[in-house]
Every structure is written in C-alpha cells, then in structure tokens.
Nanobody
Framework: QVQLVESGGGLVQAGGSLRLSCAAS????????MGWFRQAPGKEREFVAA????????YYADSVKGRFTISRDNAKNTEYLQVNSLKPEDTAVYYC??????????????????WGQGTQVTVAS
C-alpha cells in the first residue's frame, strides 16, 4: 500500500502562486507515475498534470500549460505542483495520485491506484 498526503493549499489572490506537495509513504518503490487532479464544486474530477519514471516525462492539461509545473523528488518520495498565475477558475480541491503501472494515458483517473485526501486551493478575484 501507498499513502499520500497533500499540503500547500490555501487562499490566494488571482495572479498569485502556491506550491502543492504530496508526500508518499509505504511501498513507494512500487510507484511508477504520479499525478494531480482537481475537482471544483459541482464538477467532475479533472486531470491537471502527471509525471512518470525518473521525472523527465511530464503531461499537462491544456488549461494549465505554461502556468503549472509538476516535479518529483524521488529521494524524498515527494511530488510537487508549482501553480503560478492562478485564476479564479483554478479554485478546486487538488488531489495527488500514484500509479504502480505503466499506462498509455495518465490523464485518466483509472490509471492510478492510490489517492490522497486533497488540499483546497481557493483563488479570489
């Protein structure tokens, strides 16, 4: 089993930045890829970004390209999401996820085996 704990969320003004973290524990050696998803009130959970392997391969949703950066520190078993130029529409609960398998598409929730509890990001206009 893998446990994931997110942190770093909060209230920020539009245009501001946050750094979200996701600390993994347990069978971390089994993690092949990690990702971030978000869910706004009344909406379905959507893909934000993913990173696989040693951290050199990344994927982003079109809505966050150029503003968000995903990274991974394997020595610390921690994944990060740097979120810049935040917009009110970025307001959501952000979830960290981990996958123990190779998939052709890490933009789908079904590719992930483990999920964190989420951290709230609220962007004020």
């Amino acid at each position: 089993q893998v446990q994931l704990v997110e942190s770093g969320g909060g209230l920020v003004q539009a245009g501001g930045s946050l750094r979200l973290s996701c600390a993994a524990s347990g069978r971390t050696f089994s993690i092949y890829a990690m990702g971030w998803f978000r869910q706004a009130p009344g909406k379905e959970r959507e893909f934000v970004a993913a990173i696989r392997g040693s951290g050199t391969i990344t994927y982003y949703a079109d809505s966050v390209k150029g503003r968000f950066t995903i990274s991974r520190d394997n020595a610390k078993n921690t994944e990060y999401l740097q979120v810049n130029s935040l917009k009110p529409e970025d307001t959501a609960v952000y979830y960290c996820a981990a996958s123990g398998h190779y998939y052709s598409d890490y933009a789908t929730a079904g590719a992930y085996d483990y999920w964190g509890q989420g951290t709230q990001v609220t962007v004020a206009s």
